[in-house]
């Protein structure tokens, strides 16, 4: 089982970013699928998850109204569009898989390596 992020990178504040992050080693398409984020000194914290339809998606407050998160199941993959980005968005994306998007929010089973994005004033 292997989650591949790809997509970070550097961009100044109210700039966009699309992640992705694509599943291989098994058939994820019933999972759901999600991303978190980890800036320096601070814990790991949920960002958005979508359940395996589609149909649901939830967010964190802090992101909601810029960031939209999606998946294309013929490509086992999940992408994260981040618009209007602010400083505070800056840190260590990761990309999460597990079977409903309640249980990913709280403790996902599978995780990426990460992907690094950067957020200038």
């Known amino acids: 089982v292997q989650l591949v992020e790809s997509g970070g990178g550097s961009v100044q504040a109210g700039g966009s970013l699309r992640l992705s992050c694509a599943a291989s080693g098994r058939t994820f398409s019933t999972y759901a699928m999600g991303w978190f984020r980890q800036a320096p000194g601070k814990e790991r914290e949920f960002v958005a998850a979508?359940?395996?339809?589609?149909?649901?998606?939830i967010y964190a407050d802090s992101v909601k109204a810029r960031f939209t998160i999606s998946r294309d199941n013929n490509k086992n993959t999940v992408y994260l569009q981040m618009n209007s980005l602010k400083p505070e968005d800056t840190a260590k994306y990761y990309c999460?898989?597990?079977?409903?998007?309640?249980?990913?929010?709280?403790?996902?089973?599978?995780w990426g390596q990460g992907t690094q994005v950067t957020v200038s004033s």
């Open positions: 979508i359940s395996w339809t589609g149909y649901t998606t």
């Open positions: 999460a898989v597990d079977q409903t998007t309640m249980v990913l929010k709280t403790k996902p089973s599978f």
